[in-house]
């Protein structure tokens, strides 16, 4: 059976508004966070173009909608390279996608009609793979590196990448009529490629939001300031944390920060089940408790996640202390009856390598954990500015 055009625009319409609908409500009834938030916009985005396109299609006079469906197009792929930076703990930047999709839509009415179905599609494929690259990237850093359907979605983003370079090369060169362009990259190809890669997606980003509301039960669930498994929620970590630093670069104080992070959660949780994975959360943060100094900031920014800030007289405590942390896992079972215990993934920093600056310090906390857990997890790594370039 061989479809139409109109016929695989309508499939993929549908497709796009049956998965849009069904993230946005399992996102507003199960977690309604930011990153879901913008994962929403995406899909509402999507559903806009694939109705602009579909009215083209039927009132081809109607140009001008090319410039919402174009402008709507790049901001989909945009808002899902905002929400991924979201998911890994930074800001959104969503202002980049949606003025890009501004440029694309006067890029579009300016070129006016003459160009029919090809209006304003120098700005949109180029646009398409800017964000796609920037999304695939994004999905393969920090938190997201290590799950499995993040990669998924990332390894999504870098076919539509690639596929748009190529298809944005071709179009300048040779032109929309070509045999290359109409034979590989023309529009009944890209559909298809469209609806495959929207279901992919859409699965993935509806797993990743579903393990983060389960992870909801120790990873968000705060008991007034605090998260339910004893310090700091990470909200009100986050404020404490910046007014640490603020008042330590008044006083010219040493601020050190341990990060722990517990190793093979997810795999824990699929073995042993979500309780014995929670009961994990539990003895750890205990442990965190016990052995952190009694002035010490504690926070549980994530399932699994624990942030330590303390201030040192030298280098060589904030090591040591997660040294005691990295022994005392190894001497405290988490599971006593089968005597299994857990390992954590640690990353350290100093305001004296990397400045009073909180979102710099965040980074290279993070840039450290994971290092660690690269290495193979039940690591200490302590985080080295960059060597400075010499002219």
């Known amino acids: 059976m061989v479809l139409d055009q109109p016929t695989l625009l309508l499939v993929s319409g549908l497709v ?19 990153s879901g938030r913008l994962w929403s916009i995406s899909f ?36 899902i390279w905002a929400g991924s930076r979201v998911f890994n703990g930074r800001r959104s930047h969503i202002w980049i996608p949606l003025a890009a999709g501004v440029v694309v839509a006067i890029l579009t009415g300016v070129e006016g009609p003459d160009s029919g179905v090809w209006t304003g599609s120098t700005g949109l494929f180029i646009g398409i ?18 799950n499995l ?45 469209t609806i495959l890669l929207v279901l992919v997606g859409c699965i993935s980003m509806s797993i990743l939001q579903a393990e983060r509301s389960g992870a909801r039960a120790l990873g968000d669930v705060t008991v007034g300031v605090h998260s339910v498994v004893g310090v700091l929620s990470a909200a009100s970590f986050m404020q404490q944390w910046a007014d640490w630093v603020e008042r330590a670069s008044f006083h010219g104080d040493r601020l050190a920060m341990i ?3 517990v190793d093979n959660l997810p795999q824990m949780n699929t073995a042993f089940g979500r ?32 942030v330590i800030v303390v201030v040192t007289s030298n280098a060589a405590d904030a090591e040591q202390l997660a040294i005691r942390l990295q022994t005392a896992l190894v001497d405290e079972p988490i599971d006593p ?21 909180l979102p710099a310090l965040r980074r290279a906390l993070d840039d450290a954990t994971l290092t660690a857990r690269d290495e193979g997890g039940n690591r200490i790594v302590v985080g080295r500015p960059a060597p400075l370039a010499l002219d």
């Open 16 to 34: 796009i508004i049956l998965c849009g609908i069904s993230f946005i409500l399992n996102t507003a009834m199960r977690r309604n966070d930011a």
């Open 44 to 79: 509402i985005a999507g559903m806009l173009t694939a109705l602009s396109f579909s009215v083209w299609g039927v009132a081809p006079h109607l140009w001008w909608v090319l410039m919402v469906g174009n402008a709507a197009y790049v901001i989909s792929i945009g808002a």
């Open 129 to 146: 793979a800017v964000f796609a690259g920037l999304g695939g990237a994004e999905t393969m850093r920090s938190r997201m590196r290590r």
């Open 149 to 193: 359907n993040a990669r998924i979605l990332s390894f999504c983003l870098w076919i539509v990448c690639a596929y748009y370079v190529l298809r944005s090369s071709i179009f300048v060169t040779l032109g929309p009529d070509s045999n290359v362009f109409v034979t590989y990259f023309g529009s009944s190809n890209t559909t298809i490629l």
């Open 259 to 261: 990060s722990m992070d």
């Open 275 to 306: 309780t014995f994975g929670d009961a994990a959360i539990r003895s750890v943060a205990q442990i965190v408790r016990h052995y952190a100094p009694t002035t010490s900031l504690l926070g549980h920014t994530g399932a699994g996640r624990f």
């Open 337 to 357: 009856q089968q005597s299994l215990r857990a390992t954590a993934s640690f990353g350290v920093v100093d305001t004296d390598a990397f400045g009073y600056s």
